[in-house]
């Protein structure tokens, strides 16, 4: 894609924009994981400990996900794209919705909620058109099958990927995400300095690093703004009157 003109827009989005389409973070004060600590159901010590309870979990994320329908930022931002621009979307959720509203370039730092894979070789990956997984589902090596999701204490598979792909990034937008996780936190340090950087999020003002522009919007509100305004004038630019 070296040779590829069209305005790159690198989009980092959190947990903040699937909220909007009601799947619950994993901070909030409501929802499923408020009634389970992290380390009983998203670590690899919670796998060995209980398997069937980490299971369970995520089977009704799974449910979850699958009752959630894109919102007016990810159709945003896949209309983007359709005119003609280069969208790609680096995610550290683990639902489908991006894709379900259209994006093509997707890559998810933390796993997909939609797949399964072995327990022994993480690159046996199963889909998940329907129902969730169970004691005794098996891969092609007869081992478990667990979550297709990077549990907390894991390493991020992809993160030299998505280091690669906002160092080609003319705008980089940051979506509903706290900017507290890491490693997926840093990739602000790899986008190049003379890239803009914008962060869109009710919390923007102190949320945002130093150099980054905010716009204190929700994501169904402000990603649709500024892609209107990009749609307008065919390039990638940060309008004075969001500001603020």
Same mark, same amino acid.
């Given at each position: 894609?070296?040779?590829?003109?069209?305005?790159?827009?690198?989009?980092?989005?959190?947990?903040?924009?699937?909220?909007?389409?009601?799947?619950?973070?994993?901070?909030?004060?409501?929802?499923?994981?408020?009634?389970?600590?992290?380390?009983?159901? *998203?670590?690899? $010590?919670?796998?060995?400990?209980?398997?069937? &309870? !980490?299971?369970?979990?995520?089977?009704? /994320?799974?449910?979850?996900?699958?009752?959630?329908?894109?919102?007016?930022?990810?159709?945003?931002? *896949?209309?983007?794209?359709?005119?003609?621009? /280069? !969208? @790609?979307?680096?995610?550290? =959720?683990?639902?489908?919705?991006?894709? %379900?509203?259209? @994006? %093509? =370039?997707?890559?998810?730092?933390?796993? $997909?909620?939609?797949?399964? &894979?072995?327990?022994?070789?993480?690159?046996?990956?199963?889909?998940?058109? /329907?129902?969730?997984? #169970?004691?005794?589902?098996?891969?092609?090596?007869?081992?478990?099958?667990?979550?297709?999701?990077?549990?907390? +204490?894991?390493?991020?598979?992809?993160?030299?990927?998505?280091?690669?792909?906002?160092?080609?990034?003319?705008?980089?937008?940051?979506?509903?995400? @706290?900017?507290?996780?890491?490693?997926?936190? @840093?990739?602000?340090?790899?986008?190049?300095? $003379?890239?803009?950087?914008?962060?869109?999020?009710? #919390?923007?003002?102190?949320?945002?690093?130093?150099?980054?522009?905010?716009?204190?919007?929700?994501?169904?509100?402000?990603?649709?703004?500024?892609? /209107?305004?990009?749609?307008?004038?065919? %390039?990638?630019?940060?309008?004075?009157?969001?500001? +603020?």
């Amino acid at each position: 894609m070296a040779n590829d003109s069209r305005p790159h827009l690198v989009v980092f989005s959190g947990s903040g924009i699937s909220a909007e389409s009601g799947i619950q973070t994993f901070r909030a004060s409501d929802g499923l994981w408020a009634e389970h600590r992290i380390e009983e159901v *998203a670590t690899p $010590e919670a796998w060995r400990r209980d398997p069937a &309870r !980490v299971l369970n979990f995520y089977n009704l /994320r799974r449910a979850q996900v699958r009752r959630a329908r894109p919102n007016a930022a990810h159709r945003a931002l *896949a209309a983007l794209e359709r005119q003609g621009f /280069r !969208v @790609s979307i680096i995610t550290q =959720n683990i639902d489908d919705l991006h894709e %379900r509203a259209g @994006s %093509r =370039n997707v890559l998810h730092l933390h796993g $997909e909620i939609l797949k399964a &894979r072995s327990t022994v070789d993480a690159r046996m990956q199963y889909p998940l058109p /329907r129902g969730g997984i #169970e004691l005794g589902d098996i891969c092609d090596k007869g081992s478990q099958l667990r979550p297709d999701v990077v549990w907390f +204490g894991e390493a991020v598979p992809h993160f030299s990927d998505a280091c690669e792909i906002v160092a080609e990034a003319d705008l980089l937008l940051v979506v509903g995400t @706290s900017l507290a996780v890491m490693p997926a936190a @840093s990739l602000l340090e790899c986008t190049p300095l $003379e890239t803009p950087s914008v962060l869109v999020d009710p #919390e923007a003002e102190s949320l945002a690093p130093p150099g980054v522009t905010r716009i204190s919007q929700s994501a169904g509100k402000g990603v649709p703004a500024l892609v /209107r305004h990009w749609r307008r004038e065919g %390039r990638l630019w940060v309008p004075e009157i969001l500001l +603020g």
